[in-house]
């Protein structure tokens, strides 16, 4: 029976390219997911953008002497080629300008204030005294005044994980630039984070199949909820509906708050974009379906306490009751699945350091499927790991190129020098059922882990598989098989079906090379769809022209099951699926990249 399974992926800001720390965290297990749940036969609705309100946008736009649009418009679609090429594909990656996302964030607004959820209140607010531009917390910098963290945010401490008020901290900072900020008296709406305190408790004491490091800290935090504030002295952002706010200049909503709701918002604009405005219900209204969202493990607290209890407000599920907003009873996420970080060094990538590794650039030079491997195979699913271009370069060449690649090429190769053709099998062995067998069986044990977002254990078991292949063809020895062409054809035949087997099972980590497996092995078609870039009006605002993601998945052959190899189908020469790295990039790396000792 078909599952409505939502992938909601982080919205990157778009004020500058990102980098491949950024997709250990979103761009990789997001697709993966996304892909074998549409080969397992579910409804997928895979929804993200990026996210181009509040100070981050201003700062730099500030830098490149550019406004925030010119910004936003600059960097939305830098992001979006990246991660095109990447393949993630997207149903729609969208953006937080665009008209529809400013209703959405509204009603939802209105939804929560109706119900009590919001409240004003005067509080102390940051100013830079150079720029009389308002800062953010998390753009103000001290020591924690709970745990002596040096380093902690304004609006959270990352050591202990408390919330904090910029104003609490020790010796606070910009920065922005380094100087010592002005607090000035501010009225501000807040989302009365207090009164979610048993109705978000009690959720989350059903969320037990968790990676235990979401469902530990957030559970902290449910412990010492304060109000948190939703609306910020910037003219940079979505308005608040409100009178006696709207039309105030200097007062939007805060761009944690309008982020969040793109998760909704970008499903409306799919629905209202495929010509069925009330499509989004099947994923959000309907209680058998399934929302996963995939993130770094520094956006738990909006994705695991403040984005449900937004929802629990909105429906009216909250402390204080409340009557279902405009769009019904919404649902809550199934599973979390945040990531920790990938380092250099042992410290988090850092553009202002110049400890970075762009997208872009690795694309460019290594294509997609190496880094989708690499990340799938030793990426920071549940521990922080260390990039380094000799542990990329070992993983590369001897498991992608060595293992899955030689497999292939010599498989395909031999059936095509000797028979042109799959050839038929005679009189099979035991040795023959019991590759074939365990091929069979890695589709259960590989969709469950993909299923539980556990993609280093289902890649695992996928080269499992590749290796015991590669066993079998060194055991069985058909280039000595000239005499006896049958038990020849018999091991070629069944290697060509592990082959086969093998590719379904990868084809989520690395589609494109699946692509062309599926060419070699004499398909035709698509067999792994990638995501298209196009150029869409926005839907509310006449003449504006949004880049988004987008794609037609649906005609994609895969499925996920073992399918038998057509005996006679043509085999066509093979060439090598993966090029071996240069020995030498496991020093240093490339002459562009950053250098990074083991």
């Known amino acids: 029976m078909s599952t409505p399974v939502l992938t909601a992926v982080a919205w990157p800001y778009a004020n500058g390219p990102r980098h491949i720390g950024h997709v250990s965290g979103i761009g990789v297990p997001s697709d993966v997911f996304a892909r074998y749940q549409r080969m397992a036969g579910n409804r997928v609705l895979m929804i993200s953008g990026s996210d181009e309100h509040g100070t981050p946008i201003?700062?730099?736009?500030?830098?490149?002497?550019?406004?925030?649009?010119?910004?936003?418009?600059?960097?939305?679609?830098?992001?979006?080629?990246?991660?095109?090429?990447?393949?993630?594909?997207?149903?729609?990656?969208?953006?937080?300008?665009?008209?529809?996302?400013?209703?959405?964030?509204?009603?939802?607004?209105?939804?929560?204030?109706?119900?009590?959820?919001?409240?004003?209140?005067?509080?102390?607010?940051?100013?830079?005294?150079?720029?009389?531009?308002?800062l953010p917390d998390r753009y103000i910098e001290g020591t924690c005044p709970i745990c002596g963290y040096d380093g902690a945010r304004g609006d959270q401490c990352d050591n202990c994980g408390n919330q904090l008020d910029a104003a609490e901290l020790i010796n606070p900072v910009s920065r922005v630039n380094g100087e010592k900020p002005k607090f000035i008296e501010t009225e501000h709406l807040f989302l009365d984070l207090p009164a979610f305190t048993d109705s978000l408790g009690k959720w989350l004491a059903t969320r037990t199949g968790w990676r235990s490091n979401v469902l530990n800290f957030t559970r902290n935090l449910v412990d010492d909820m304060r109000p948190r504030p939703i609306t910020r002295d910037l003219d940079w952002g979505v308005k608040i509906p409100l009178d006696g706010w709207r039309d105030e200049p200097l007062k939007r909503f805060y761009v944690w708050f309008d982020a969040v709701i793109g998760y909704f918002s970008a499903s409306v604009e799919w629905a209202r974009r495929s010509g069925e405005p009330d499509a989004w219900r099947q994923w959000w209204n309907d209680p058998e379906a399934e929302l996963v969202y995939f993130m770094g493990k520094d956006n738990i607290t909006f994705h695991a306490q403040i984005w449900p209890a937004l929802l629990l407000g909105h429906n009216g599920q909250g402390d204080k009751g409340g009557e279902p907003g405009p769009y019904g009873t919404l649902n809550l996420p199934t599973e979390i699945a945040s990531s920790e970080f990938l380092t250099m060094s042992g410290s988090k990538f850092s553009t202002s350091r110049g400890t970075v590794i762009y997208l872009h650039d690795f694309l460019r030079e290594f294509g997609p499927d190496t880094l989708r491997y690499f990340i799938s195979a030793a990426g920071p699913e549940t521990q922080d790991v260390d990039f380094t271009w000799d542990e990329f370069t070992r993983r590369i060449n001897f498991e992608l190129a060595n293992e899955w690649g030689n497999l292939v090429n010599r498989s395909i190769s031999m059936a095509h020098k000797n028979n042109g053709a799959v050839p038929r099998p005679q009189a099979p062995r035991a040795a023959d059922e019991e590759l074939k067998a365990l091929s069979r069986q890695a589709f259960d044990t590989v969709g469950e882990n993909l299923r539980r977002s556990r993609f280093r254990a289902g890649i695992g078991e996928a080269m499992r598989v590749v290796s015991a292949a590669n066993k079998y063809l060194s055991e069985q020895e058909p280039?000595?098989?000239?005499?006896?062409?049958?038990?020849?054809?018999?091991?070629?035949?069944?290697?060509?079906?592990?082959?086969?087997?093998?590719?379904?099972?990868?084809?989520?980590?690395?589609?494109?090379?699946?692509?062309?497996?599926?060419?070699?092995?004499?398909?035709?078609?698509?067999?792994?769809?990638?995501?298209?870039?196009?150029?869409?009006?926005?839907?509310?605002?006449?003449g504006r022209i949004n880049p988004i993601l987008t794609g037609d998945y649906a005609a994609e052959q895969a499925r996920w099951e073992s399918v038998p190899v057509e005996v006679g189908r043509p085999l066509a020469k093979p060439s090598p699926l993966f090029a071996k790295l240069d020995p030498k990039l496991a020093e240093t790396g490339p002459e562009w990249a950053p250098i990074v000792q083991a």
Do not use: C
């Open 58 to 134: 201003l700062v730099q736009a500030d830098k490149e002497g550019l406004t925030p649009r010119q910004t936003a418009d600059k960097y939305h679609r830098v992001i979006a080629e990246d991660l095109r090429g990447l393949g993630v594909t997207y149903d729609l990656y969208t953006r937080t300008t665009t008209g529809n996302h400013a209703q959405v964030v509204q009603e939802i607004f209105l939804a929560l204030y109706r119900n009590g959820y919001v409240v004003p209140k005067t509080t102390t607010g940051a100013i830079s005294p150079s720029t009389g531009r308002t």
């Open 479 to 542: 280039w000595k098989l000239k005499e006896d062409p049958e038990r020849r054809d018999t091991v070629l035949h069944t290697a060509l079906q592990v082959v086969s087997d093998a590719n379904t099972l990868l084809t989520p980590f690395l589609p494109h090379s699946a692509q062309k497996v599926h060419e070699a092995m004499g398909g035709t078609g698509v067999w792994a769809a990638q995501p298209e870039l196009t150029e869409a009006e926005d839907l509310d605002v006449p």
